[in-house]
Nanobody, 123 residues
């Protein structure tokens, strides 16, 4: 299963972006999924996770209340709606997933990653 992230770009502080992650096959619908990000000079970190059915979500404290994770299994696509963006949200954003509960995504050890999509928040 491979993922292609898109939707990043340059946005001003306080603005919004919606990221997408499209999977290569319908195994996607059986996987819990997550968004991660790597800020400049830092390790990759967990952002948000969602269960395979979309009924359970988890968020990192740093983005809680500003970002919303969702999915459309018919389209094999995961989304991240990002509002009230700040320069601290500047990062490359990645998606990944595995079979199991959404709660396990935060600490899962993924063997491979896609290219990610760059988000830059700057005036």
């Amino acid at each position: 299963l491979h993922y292609v992230e898109s939707g990043g770009g340059l946005v001003q502080p306080g603005g919004s972006l919606r990221l997408s992650c499209t999977a290569s096959d319908f195994t996607f619908s059986t996987y819990a999924m997550g968004w991660f990000r790597q800020c400049p000079g830092k390790e990759r970190e967990f952002v948000a996770a969602i269960s395979y059915a979309g009924t359970v979500v988890h968020y990192a404290d740093s983005i809680k209340g500003r970002f919303t994770i969702s999915r459309d299994n018919a389209k094999k696509t995961l989304y991240l709606q990002m509002d009230s963006l700040s320069p601290e949200d500047t990062a490359v954003y990645y998606c990944n997933g595995e079979a199991g509960p959404a709660a396990s995504i935060r600490s899962a050890g993924f063997g491979s990653w896609g290219q990610g999509t760059q988000v830059t928040v700057s005036s």
